[in-house]
């Protein structure tokens, strides 16, 4: 099995949601299961396994999260496939293979009384009035903007259906999202435009910024001076606290005397560990969260996929330059600028930048897995001979390991 999260975000780009993607076989090996309805996990709803076995808290802690269902999985004892996660926070995603007939209407009665949401999409506008049964019971929309009136549809909805949230699918730019947001009656939007490139930018960092750069610059020389870093660290209040934080959780009962006392015991392995993730968190902080969740995925993500790229002894390399991916989002700069305000070598410049080189296939790998993109994360497992298993477990350990860096 295979499975991602995208992110729905709202007008103040505040994650709100996230959609639960997933594929339980490869359409590449298993071509007759194309069209058979497989893909989306007839039978047994891949999603709520997924939830299930990983817990929700480890997906999304308050945040709703969407599941795909189609006209066979809505049939099936979803209680007994969602035993632990709260019935609130799914929301159950139709398509158009659920029919606005009097079977299909009853069993969403039926969840919907049973505490889950729902939501229907790939409507066209011609199908508004044949499903008016199912969309009284929705409680979102999601709509590909670029086939809605949206001046039109939200006066519609806004007095037929006006409990029901719009979602905009596939806004790929900023621009887009800023003209969608100003023209008014989404509530969501979904697409790739947090996470686009720059492509022109200032070649200055932000004061507040070059603090942080700094430290990465400290910490990933070859062979850093503990103390320097502890230095630099000392100069940022949050940074010290987290620190301090991170220290008394693992001694105790030790009496930290000063910030280099505290780096000493955390050591200079765990320091530059802490350091790469620490400090990409406070440069996202005038950014969406999602950035920093992006970027941290990335990294560990990229460290866990290591062994399947026979780049095993590389890891540490791979999460970095998982790290920097969205390094141009970050400081506002195109990639080849941004990079030369930090140390990396020179495998990960050629992934980054010219999208060449052994490092550049964990890259597109993660982009294409990110997104979705079943059909291209099939080719390349293929050609790389690369167990659907592994993969998963590489996933679900970066979640997982994201959700103990900000809970623990």
Same mark, same amino acid.
């Given at each position: 099995?295979?499975?991602?999260?995208?992110?729905?975000?709202?007008?103040?780009?505040?994650?709100?949601?996230?959609?639960?993607?997933?594929?339980?076989?490869?359409?590449?090996?298993?071509?007759?299961?194309?069209?058979?309805?497989?893909?989306?996990?007839?039978?047994?709803?891949?999603?709520?396994?997924?939830?299930?076995?990983?817990?929700?808290?480890?997906?999304?802690?308050?945040?709703?999260?969407?599941?795909?269902?189609?006209?066979?999985?809505?049939?099936?004892?979803?209680?007994?496939?969602? &035993?632990?996660?709260?019935?609130?926070?799914?929301?159950?995603?139709?398509?158009?293979?659920?029919?606005?007939?009097?079977?299909?209407?009853?069993?969403?009665?039926?969840? &919907?009384?049973?505490?889950? &949401?729902?939501?229907?999409?790939?409507?066209?506008?011609?199908?508004?009035?044949?499903?008016?049964?199912?969309?009284?019971?929705?409680?979102?929309?999601?709509?590909?903007?670029?086939?809605?009136?949206?001046?039109?549809?939200? =006066?519609?909805?806004?007095?037929?259906?006006?409990?029901?949230?719009?979602?905009?699918?596939?806004?790929?730019?900023?621009?887009?999202?800023?003209?969608?947001?100003?023209?008014?009656?989404?509530?969501?939007?979904?697409?790739?435009?947090?996470?686009?490139?720059?492509?022109?930018?200032?070649?200055?960092?932000?004061?507040?910024?070059?603090?942080?750069?700094?430290?990465?610059?400290?910490?990933?020389?070859?062979?850093?001076?503990?103390?320097?870093?502890?230095?630099?660290?000392?100069?940022?209040?949050?940074?010290?606290?987290?620190?301090?934080?991170?220290?008394?959780?693992?001694?105790?009962?030790?009496?930290?005397?000063?910030?280099?006392?505290?780096?000493?015991?955390?050591?200079?392995?765990?320091?530059?560990?802490?350091?790469?993730?620490?400090?990409?968190?406070?440069?996202?902080?005038?950014?969406?969260?999602?950035?920093?969740?992006?970027?941290?995925?990335?990294?560990?993500?990229?460290?866990?996929?290591?062994?399947?790229?026979?780049?095993?002894?590389?890891?540490?390399?791979?999460?970095?330059?998982?790290?920097?991916?969205?390094?141009?989002?970050?400081?506002?700069?195109?990639?080849?600028?941004?990079?030369?305000?930090?140390?990396?070598?020179?495998?990960?410049?050629?992934?980054?930048?010219?999208?060449?080189?052994?490092?550049?296939?964990?890259?597109?790998?993660?982009?294409?897995?990110?997104?979705?993109?079943?059909?291209? =994360?099939?080719?390349?497992?293929?050609? &790389?001979?690369?167990?659907?298993?592994?993969?998963?477990?590489?996933?679900?350990?970066?979640?997982?390991?994201?959700?103990?860096?900000?809970?623990?």
């Amino acid at each position: 099995m295979l499975v991602t999260l995208i992110p729905l975000f709202d007008e103040t780009l505040t994650v709100k949601a996230y959609s639960l993607f997933s594929q339980k076989k490869n359409m590449l090996l298993n071509p007759s299961l194309l069209g058979t309805g497989q893909r989306d996990g007839a039978g047994t709803i891949a999603g709520l396994e997924v939830i299930e076995s990983m817990g929700i808290d480890t997906i999304s802690s308050d945040k709703d999260v969407f599941v795909s269902i189609n006209n066979i999985s809505i049939f099936t004892d979803i209680n007994e496939q969602c &035993k632990d996660a709260p019935h609130g926070q799914i929301v159950l995603l139709m398509d158009r293979s659920i029919k606005p007939e009097e079977m299909y209407v009853n069993r969403i009665r039926e969840l &919907k009384a049973d505490g889950y &949401k729902l939501a229907i999409r790939k409507l066209n506008v011609a199908d508004f009035e044949p499903y008016r049964s199912v969309l009284s019971l929705v409680d979102y929309v999601l709509l590909d903007h670029k086939k809605i009136d949206i001046s039109k549809a939200k =006066i519609y909805f806004s007095k037929v259906y006006p409990n029901v949230k719009l979602c905009a699918v596939n806004v790929e730019t900023t621009n887009i999202f800023e003209e969608l947001k100003k023209e008014g009656g989404y509530t969501l939007y979904e697409g790739e435009f947090y996470r686009v490139p720059v492509t022109k930018g200032e070649t200055e960092v932000a004061p507040l910024k070059v603090n942080y750069i700094e430290l990465l610059n400290v910490v990933n020389d070859v062979d850093f001076d503990l103390t320097k870093a502890a230095d630099v660290i000392g100069r940022d209040t949050a940074l010290v606290i987290e620190l301090l934080r991170m220290v008394n959780r693992m001694a105790v009962n030790s009496e930290i005397t000063s910030i280099r006392h505290a780096a000493a015991m955390l050591g200079q392995r765990e320091l530059k560990k802490w350091i790469n993730t620490a400090v990409t968190n406070q440069l996202c902080a005038d950014k969406p969260n999602e950035v920093t969740r992006v970027s941290l995925l990335r990294a560990k993500f990229a460290e866990n996929l290591a062994a399947s790229f026979d780049l095993a002894g590389q890891a540490s390399e791979l999460f970095l330059m998982g790290l920097f991916s969205v390094l141009d989002i970050i400081l506002d700069m195109k990639m080849e600028d941004a990079l030369k305000k930090v140390k990396v070598s020179k495998q990960i410049e050629k992934a980054l930048i010219d999208r060449t080189g052994e490092f550049a296939e964990v890259l597109s790998f993660m982009i294409a897995y990110e997104s979705a993109s079943w059909g291209e =994360i099939d080719r390349i497992m293929l050609l &790389k001979e690369m167990d659907a298993d592994v993969v998963y477990a590489a996933y679900c350990g970066a979640l997982t390991w994201y959700r103990d860096l900000f809970t623990a």
